[in-house]
Structure formats: structure tokens, C-alpha cells
Nanobody, 116 residues
């Protein structure tokens, strides 16, 4: 079992930045991939970014060049650095982990609101 706790959300003006954190309850060394998803009001859940245990990353086209996902195995934490934020980035952001045994885990989500 892995518990995931997101933090770092909040209200930011367009063009601003936020860094989300996802802290795992145990070592993420054995986690195959960790991802950030988001769900905007009235929309389906969207995969934002993924990072594998080998450090390979993948991003949604809508955030490429603005968001960066990274992981700190020593701190059991995954980050999502979000720059040049737009109103359409407003959503609840969720952290997800998939183990090598294909077990998946989810955090409770953190709200990000981009508004002037």
C-alpha cells in the first residue's frame, strides 16, 4: 500500500507559477511510474504528466513547455512545476502511482485556480 498526499495548490494569477508536491508514504523506488492528472469542472479527467522509475517523462500537449514533472526518490516525492499558468489550467490535480505489480494508487487531490 502507498498513501499519496498532494500539496501546493492554490489561487494564482494568469502567467504565474505553482509547484505541486506528492508525498508518498513509503519508498517510491519500486514505483514504476508516477503521474499527475487533473479534472476541470464539467470535463473528464486528463493525464497531465508522467515520470517513470527510469526518469522518462511524458506530457500532455496542452502543458508541454510550461510544466515539468520530477521525482526525488530520497524524499519519496514527485513534483509538478507549473509555469505560465492559464485559466484553462484550473482544475483539481491528482497524483497517481503505479507499481511494477500494476497496482495503482491515488491521492485526494489539490485545487489549482488560475484567475485574475
Amino acid at each position: 500500500q502507498v498513501q499519496l498526499v498532494e500539496s501546493g495548490g492554490g489561487l494564482v494569477q494568469p502567467g504565474g507559477s505553482l509547484r505541486l508536491s506528492c508525498a508518498a508514504s513509503r519508498s517510491i523506488f519500486s514505483i514504476y511510474a508516477m503521474s499527475w492528472y487533473r479534472r476541470a469542472p464539467g470535463k473528464q479527467r486528463e493525464l497531465v504528466a508522467t515520470i517513470t522509475s527510469g526518469g522518462r517523462t511524458n506530457y500532455a500537449d496542452s502543458v508541454k513547455g510550461r510544466f515539468t514533472i520530477s521525482r526525488d526518490n530520497a524524499e519519496n516525492t514527485v513534483y509538478l512545476q507549473m509555469n505560465s499558468l492559464k485559466p484553462e489550467d484550473t482544475a483539481v490535480y491528482y497524483c497517481s502511482a503505479v507499481s511494477f505489480a500494476s497496482e495503482d494508487y491515488w491521492g485526494q487531490g489539490t485545487q489549482v485556480t488560475v484567475s485574475s
